[in-house]
């Protein structure tokens, strides 16, 4: 069975860019979520989406949103990049919301310069 | 959010035993869990413990949870350099987020 697998691996954009990763998670998982992984802050929830529907947000600006597609795969986008928004993202995904089995990809470094 | 915290580093010779510690905050969790990240990869589930657990072992990993002092612990025997990595703890609520602790990095010296 296939991992969760998240596309780009790498990026590099500029202040005031926007952007968009995608996840795409494991066969059969309908749940996703995304955390934001820097030095500084170590690992930080986003948000949580299931058949859809966000259930969960972490404590993100608006600048952060995301959505989730009908076959369960998952977009973030990140709009008018700030230097700070330099991160490791990653997707994790699990059958249900909030389950005790979550799996991850192997995330997206963005860099913004 | 809940405050999970973590040791930043830790260094054992191969072969020796290693533990890793954690304390959280949050009385209600449900599960508590330990995830170990490689360089340049995402992380991966190594074990996770129901909080009406008081140890769970698998293999060379046993987990300690001490729901008293909100104390949780991972420890490997016999570590090898393969398992050095940064090893992270992590708890939930049913039906909630994930917090992270801030990571523990693991080297192990040949």
């Known amino acids: 069975k296939a991992g969760v697998t998240q596309t780009p691996r790498y990026l590099i954009k500029t202040r005031g860019q926007q952007v968009t990763l995608s996840c795409s998670p494991i066969s059969g998982h309908r749940s996703v979520s995304w955390y934001q992984q820097t030095p500084g802050q170590g690992l930080q929830f986003l948000f949580e989406?299931?058949?859809?529907?966000?259930?969960n947000k972490g404590n993100f600006p608006g600048r952060f949103s995301g959505r989730q597609f009908s076959n369960s795969r998952s977009e973030m986008n990140v709009s008018t990049l700030e230097l700070g928004d330099s991160a490791l993202y990653l997707c994790a995904s699990s059958l249900v919301p909030a389950s005790y089995e979550q799996y991850f990809g192997p995330g997206t470094r963005l860099t913004v310069t | 959010g809940e405050d999970v915290e973590q040791s930043l580093f830790l260094s054992v010779r191969e072969g020796d035993s290693s533990v890793i510690n954690c304390t959280y905050t949050?009385?209600?969790?449900?599960?508590l869990y330990w995830y170990k990240q490689e360089p340049g990869a995402g992380l991966q589930l190594l074990t996770y413990?129901?909080?009406?657990?008081d140890m769970k072992q698998d293999q060379r990993l046993t987990v300690l949870l001490n729901k008293k002092d909100k104390h949780l612990s991972l420890r490997i025997a016999d570590t090898q350099t393969g398992d050095s990595a940064i090893y992270f703890c992590?708890?939930?609520?049913?039906?909630?987020?994930?917090?992270f602790g801030t990571g523990t990095s693991l080297t192990v010296i040949p």
């Open positions: 949050d009385s209600s969790s449900t599960y």
């Open positions: 989406y299931f058949s859809e529907t966000q259930r």
């Open positions: 992590a708890e939930s609520t049913t039906g909630n987020q994930f917090y």
């Open positions: 413990i129901f909080s009406n657990m």
